[in-house]
């Protein structure tokens, strides 16, 4: 249920729709932990907190939201099988592709001890910052160090069990939303961290910038 309330977000929001217009961004660059913890032990080290940032912060958009000659990065199909076991994941199901355009596919964790309680989706399109912002869906806060760029969102933040991280690239915004569905009780904090890995570890895979 939840894809589909995205996908229909993402539909309207992405540029060519005209839904938003763009808006500005900071530039930084970040480092990745390699280390994963599952959430049904209390036992592993603690997560980062994460920081407020100003509601009012100004994104600059990577890619030109006026050139409708820009291809998309593809993380679904342009990195291998083999890539992907390299960073711990492998692709479920078949790859989305839509005339807005948007690319989209489901991925695992490979021999995680969560990996059956968690679902991440990928998803790559021209949907701007200020369009998700408008909808009240981005968290105005981050983890110390992370790439400015990188930006984090829940559409329901009060009963979330997922979060989605996102950063504006040279060849579309690339999205990130891990969900949470075992008997753990993960925080804000920790399943943003989580997705955050995960975005990082394909953005550095992918050399997608």
Request: glycine share 6%; hydrophobic share 30%; charged share 25%.
């Amino acid at each position: 249920m939840r894809t589909r309330i995205l996908t229909a977000l993402v539909a309207c929001g992405v540029a060519v729709s005209g839904c938003a217009p763009p808006q500005d961004t900071q530039s930084a660059h970040s480092t990745t932990t390699e280390e994963t913890y599952p959430f049904e032990t209390w036992e592993s080290p603690p997560k980062p907190t994460m920081i407020p940032l100003p509601p009012d912060r100004e994104y600059v958009e990577a890619f030109d939201i006026h050139d409708r000659s820009q291809t998309l990065y593809d993380p679904c199909d342009g990195l291998t099988t083999t890539q992907l076991a390299e960073i711990g994941l492998e692709k479920t199901g078949g790859t989305d592709r839509h005339s807005k355009p948007l690319i989209h596919c489901g991925m695992s964790e490979i021999n995680h001890i969560d990996a059956a309680n968690g679902t991440i989706n990928v998803l790559v399109d021209f949907v701007m910052f200020e369009y998700l912002q408008s909808l009240d869906v981005v968290l105005d806060a981050t983890f110390p160090q992370v790439d400015k760029r990188i930006y984090f969102s829940q559409i329901d933040p009060d009963t979330a069990r997922h979060c989605d991280a996102s950063i504006s690239t040279t060849h579309g915004r690339l999205n990130v939303t891990y969900s949470y569905g075992g008997d753990g009780k993960p925080t804000k904090d920790e399943l943003c961290w989580k997705v955050y890995e995960i975005l990082e570890k394909l953005r550095t895979k992918g050399n997608f910038t």
